[in-house]
């Protein structure tokens, strides 16, 4: 999912709020909040974000560009 996106690329958080995965191996991605908290998990074929890839320039629709890729190829 994160190809192409490099450690420390921007991301667009609009909340106060974050998730605690009872399964820690569901993580793909962590971020520094004062705190490390979770950015993204991935289970199977489900994808969730804490932060707006639509929101997060460049990272963001490359983000985007490598699910539709999942998609189309799983499809």
């Keep these: 999912m994160f190809s192409g996106i490099k450690e420390g690329d921007n991301f667009y958080f609009a909340h ?4 605690i995965p009872g399964n820690k191996y569901v993580v793909s991605s962590t971020t ?14 489900i994808y969730g974000f804490q932060f707006h890839p639509e929101k997060s320039s ?7 560009e490598n699910f539709w890729n999942i998609v189309k190829e799983k499809g």
């Design 16 to 19: 106060s709020y974050y998730v």
């Design 32 to 45: 520094d909040y004062g705190i490390e908290i979770v950015a993204s998990i991935e289970h199977d074929n």
């Design 58 to 64: 460049a990272g963001g629709l490359r983000l985007l």
